[in-house]
């Protein structure tokens, strides 16, 4: 066998491996086409388990115990049961969880109701700016209305799949990926809506009134 041979030979056994790698989707995330250089915020290690952080309060709710209500700047009263949630259109969203003590993990599939559906419902009044989100378990955080009203902003009933794990703040929690997941209120309960910025339960123990990840808002 000449050597022209030989290399020909290896260069069909890289082309086959690369063939299956596509064939496997080797490499690829399917869930976001943000630049892969960009993905790891500054600070934070990526983690593949999906650690539980929460106040040692973890709620033990049925699909009948749980409804979410609104308070303050909005049109009225408002409740969300599990079968007004149900009745709303059902998003797949995949996602990276970036926590404020530096774990973060990618490529979460959840399934829930945009957000956006449920400001639609409650109709927030112009003077609203702020949203507090309180849980079941007493904690509260603070977000702005447009970090709210954004499309992958949701609440959440399933992960991976699954139903939405008690101590992942099942049945429904807030996903809001875009900051820190302190803001990820789980056990949602009720959403006051605010003309101005409140501290949290974590904003006044000195966490960032926003936590933006990309920027390091951990703290102040
Ligand atoms: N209701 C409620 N939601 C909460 C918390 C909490 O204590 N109670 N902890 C927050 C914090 S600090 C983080 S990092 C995430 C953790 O979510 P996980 O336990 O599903 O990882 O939930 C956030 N949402
Ligand atoms: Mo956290």
């Known amino acids: 066998m000449s050597k022209a041979d030989q290399s020909d030979q290896i260069n069909e056994k890289l082309v086959r491996v690369k063939e299956q790698w596509a064939k496997e989707g080797r490499g690829l995330t399917g ?11 500054p600070g934070q290690h ?3 388990d999906f650690p539980i952080l929460d106040l040692g309060v973890q709620p ?4 009948k115990d749980w409804a979410l209500t609104v308070a ?8 969300w049961d599990w ?3 149900m009745d709303q259109p059902q998003v797949t969203f995949g996602n990276d969880i970036h926590c404020v003590t530096t774990w973060s993990r990618y490529d979460n599939t959840w ?4 957000m956006r559906a449920f400001l639609a419902a ?4 112009p003077a609203a700016k702020y949203l507090m989100i309180k849980g079941f378990d007493g904690y509260a955080t603070n977000l702005p209305l447009v970090d709210v009203d954004r499309d992958d902003v949701f609440l959440a009933h399933t992960w991976q799949g699954k139903p939405l794990a008690r101590e992942h703040g099942g049945p429904v929690r807030l996903v809001v990926p875009h900051l820190y997941f302190w803001k990820s209120a789980k056990w949602i309960r009720h959403i006051t809506f605010m003309d101005r910025d409140q501290p949290g339960y974590w904003e006044a123990r000195g966490y960032h009134m926003r936590g933006n990840p990309w ?3 951990r703290y102040g």
């Open 31 to 41: 869930t976001s086409s943000a630049p892969t250089q960009n993905r790891r915020p």
């Open 215 to 217: 920027k390091e808002e």
């Open 46 to 48: 990526v983690t593949t």
């Open 83 to 85: 079968t007004t949630l």
């Open 122 to 125: 409650a109709k927030p009044l």
């Open 111 to 114: 399934v829930g109701v945009p």
């Open 72 to 79: 303050g700047q909005v049109a009225g009263p408002l409740k």
């Open 60 to 63: 033990n709710l049925t699909h």
